[in-house]
């Protein structure tokens, strides 16, 4: 544990230092950002009605589309002159959100990374690989710095340049590596064509993330590199990565809650739900200056675990594996699909690497589900009906798993786009027309 | 004996193939025989070179999916019936061919026929009883 007197406190003055940093955020908020004192006032809501962590629950959410409007400064609630690093999540629709971050937001932060790469077993001792992007991106700049403040030598690798990655993950001893799991699934597939057995490597933890991902992935990644797989939480708006992180019990990832105070609602209606229920995960960043984020709906879908205290001594509350977004969901023909579901059915099918692409389309009134696989060499046969029953045995398994017939497409590899690393899933041509 | 033959995934899309064989060119590599299986969705092109490795080598650094296959080129007899003699000899000894396809060899103006099968070595075996001569792969490549 880096900080085992956060971690491990006693839930009980949890809650009562949430409560104490609810109170100074929202007195923050509705001081310094207009848009906060608007929502409020609208709600009927003050300040002094917030007098402890329970008390959350009276205050509006924030909406994406709104942090959006206050483009590019709305959402501060320091001045630039106590600003020290700006941020934005990647804008593929219109304007990016901008995020702002005070020194102590930035240790903060720090903090909170350097915690997830405790959670794996990281020390000073250890090579931290970190092949996220660094730039606008949070996900490189966030882990250097959790790397740093826990003592560990930060490789400032970024995205890309597969074959120097492994070279330098060989060569200097990397002991923990931090990208998307697509992307360690991609450096598994160059090091097997550089002829590099990544199975004699020291690496002995990952921290995977800034995409859904499965256990059936887990399980790959754990085959090709010799490590224990982590699933690492975080986004942009709330922070970056490092908001919550599996520990090596691999069942759930601990929420760093004396920061970042985890919710479940109702997508429809709002209401919270109770623990051990599927809904929208929702944050409060209690600590945070720059910017400071009430009730921020992440259209993630999640529940807090329902259980006992985790063995790891741990006391913050846990969240399972992402299980979609309110907003990735697809609806073929009456039936709900997540990309995560077909990814699942893919990488169980032996050889199959999950780069893939679902293309939705309609014809007259019907939805059409195309999936293009890129075949690997591990996949390829020489002979037609070979390759011809791998696809058939791809579209029967999404048959049966999501009762959805799609059309299988084989094609060559590298013809799917890949944007830093990240895998573009989904082109849903529906909504064109 | 066994010849090496390079499988490569084509996409069903126009300029794949010219692309393919646009690499091999570059590398400089010759090809001597070729055949293309192909559905509605994908194809798989199969060619024997001059220079195997050097062909593989220059179609994997730009990322095609590849694959090396032992096929077997048999000359087959002048005449009417030559290849039907051929085949019944296999038939005879249970062997099944997954796919075949045909050149005609400049040298000597008889037809070459690449055979795929199941089991290589049985193959050689069943032809060799039948008194087939089966071509070395050097005479292959050098064609």
Known sequence: MFNPQAEAMPVKELRKLQGERLKALVARAYENVPFYRAKFDAQGVKPGDIRGIEDVAKLPFTLKPEFREQYPFGMFAAPMKDIVRIHASSGTTGKPTVVGYTKNDVDNWAECAARSLACGGATAHDVVQIAYGYGLFTGGLGMHYGAERLGAAALPMSSGNTEKQIMLMKDFGVTVLCCTPSYALQIAEVAAQMGEDLLKLPLK?????????????????????????????????????????????????????????????????????????????????????????????????????????????????????????????????GINVFPSQVEDVLVRIEGVHPQYLIVVDRQGNLDTMEIKVEVTEALFSDEVKKLEALRDKIHHQIKTMLNVSAKITLVEPNTIERTLGKAKRVLDRRKLT | MKVRQISIFLENRSGRLASVLKEVGRAGVNIRALSLADTSDFGILRLIVDDVDKGVQALKSTGHTVSLTEVLAVEVPDRPGGLAGILDALSAAGLNVEYMYAFVCRATDKAVVVFRFEDVDAAIAALKKAGISILPAETVYSL
């Open chain 1, 205 to 333: 933890s990952g921290h995977f993330g800034a995409e859904p991902w499965t256990e059936a992935m887990r399980k790959r990644i754990e085959e090709l590199f010799p490590l224990k797989a982590l699933d690492i939480y975080g986004l942009s708006e709330v922070a970056g990565p490092g908001v919550a992180n599996e520990c090596l019990e691999q069942h759930g990832l601990h929420v760093f809650e004396d920061h970042f105070y985890p919710e479940i609602i109702d997508p429809e209606t709002g209401d919270p739900l109770p623990d051990g229920q599927k809904g929208e995960l929702v944050f409060t960043c209690l600590t945070k200056e720059g910017v400071p984020l009430i009730r921020y709906r992440t259209r993630d879908i999640t529940m807090i675990l329902d259980e006992g205290p985790c063995p790891c001594g741990r006391t913050s509350r846990k969240i399972a594996r992402l299980m979609g977004r309110t907003d990735d969901m697809l609806i073929i023909r």
